[in-house]
């Protein structure tokens, strides 16, 4: 990120994550309630593992929030982890008594676990996975919920819902998508398509039973960006690259795409592109002159948002810890063994959606603040709304 920075802390099993959150504008009210909202949001889904029904996370915010407003100064968040009770002697932070836990040598296959240890030499593969672990993204997630307060304060609103899992489709209708959101909202899928999410349940049970693991695409939309966010003239700052940095540094994620970008690949230009419009009501209105029957372009052109809600997917693959596991070798025997077992999801494409939405959101965030540099929110709210009407002006 160019002005945010982000820093997060903790492992899996570690008695809970940290995120610093720095380069937030005084004057942001925020509601650790509307955060909480967020985390719970990460850890719902059917198809998640044991550690779900056992924790319940919720944000302490420890800096730079006072009575409920930021200073200004780095944020700092603390989410416990529940689940360190039943780890508190193998991953204690301090020294333990007596003997020493038994390491992890047997690595999975599709885990950080191997190429972590060939990295370092260590002979407790666990110094790698607590940390590899998906876990973290609760600390991102508690961090793009308080960019989500702040995007909302601008008019910029985010969900996300799930497309496919292990090859079960939906069909949402993206005629109205308040309608969609909260379509994606009616259960813990996210699936704006109740007959899909009922065979994508079907699917999960029966892989499940299997020992097997399943992936899926989840799509975030974004509403609310006036055009011109980004930049056209630096590969860094082109959207385009930010946001698809962001959402492949999320565990497990192995594709991402602006709008239908695949699909556009096979298709003429002359059906991909989105005709410009001109709209003489919208104007009269004081809105955008130009409008857009289609978006094909899933809300960016050259680098920048073109007025148009942005749609970005995330391609997930399945999960790689599998309750009946491949092959491995043992890193302190040599001998060929079945890759070491962890408690572990079927399935987590709807929260890896919460995940892209808080990526985003972060992204956004930063974006903005490096284009509207202001030191506070009242400041930040009369640039941008001063920027919004001169867009219309146009
Ligand atoms: C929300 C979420 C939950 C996940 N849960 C698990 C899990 O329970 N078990 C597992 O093996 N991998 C899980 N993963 C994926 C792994 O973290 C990821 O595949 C692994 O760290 C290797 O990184 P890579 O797939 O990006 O190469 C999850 C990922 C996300 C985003």
């Not at 407790?124 to 919920?145: H, Y």
Request: overall charge positive.
């Amino acid at each position: 990120m160019r002005h945010l920075k982000l820093l997060t802390a903790g492992e899996s099993h570690g008695p809970g994550l940290t995120a610093i959150l720095e380069g937030l504008p005084m004057g942001l009210k925020v509601k650790t309630g509307k955060i909480n909202e967020q985390l719970a949001r990460r850890q719902e889904g059917y198809g998640r593992g044991g550690r779900m029904k056992i924790e319940s996370d919720s944000v302490q915010i420890t800096g730079g929030l006072r009575l409920g407003v930021t200073l200004g100064s780095p944020l700092s968040l603390w989410v416990v982890n529940r689940d360190h009770d039943n780890w508190t002697r193998s991953m204690s932070p301090e020294p333990v008594r007596g003997s020493n836990p038994r390491p992890v040598t047997q690595p999975r296959p599709g885990h950080a676990d191997l190429p972590g240890y060939q990295k370092t030499g260590t002979e407790d593969i666990r110094n790698i996975l607590e940390r590899a672990s998906a876990r973290e993204t609760a600390a991102r997630v508690a961090a793009g919920g308080v960019c989500r307060l702040l995007l909302a304060e601008l008019g910029i609103g985010i969900f996300s819902h799930v497309l496919s899992i292990g090859g079960v489709k939906a069909r949402p209708d993206y005629s109205d998508l308040t309608a969609l959101a909260a379509a994606a909202g009616q259960n813990d899928l996210h699936v704006a398509d109740e007959a899909a999410c009922k065979r994508m349940k079907r699917t999960i049970k029966s892989v499940w039973g299997d020992g097997d693991t399943l992936g899926g695409i989840a799509e975030v939309i974004v509403e609310g960006l006036p055009a011109g966010l980004g930049h056209y003239a630096h590969w860094d700052r082109r959207l385009d690259s930010r946001l698809g940095g962001s959402v492949l540094s999320i565990p497990a994620v192995k594709g991402v795409e602006v709008g239908p970008a695949f699909e556009n690949a096979h298709m003429r230009g002359s059906r991909v592109m989105d005709e410009i419009i001109l709209d003489k009501a919208a104007a009269k209105k004081g809105n955008s002159r130009f409008k857009r029957n289609t978006n094909r372009a899933g809300g960016l052109e050259g680098g920048m948002t073109n007025g148009q809600p942005l749609i970005v997917r995330g391609a997930m693959k399945p999960i790689a810890t599998l309750s009946s596991p491949l092959a491995s070798v043992d890193i302190k025997t040599g001998q060929t063994v079945k890759a070491c077992k962890e408690r572990s999801d079927c399935t987590a494409v709807a929260a890896m959606g919460v995940i892209m939405e808080s990526m985003i959101a972060l992204v956004l965030t930063d974006t903005i603040l490096e284009e509207f540099r202001s030191e506070t929110m009242k400041d930040l709210k009369s640039a941008w709304r001063a920027y919004k009407r001169q867009v219309n002006r146009r």
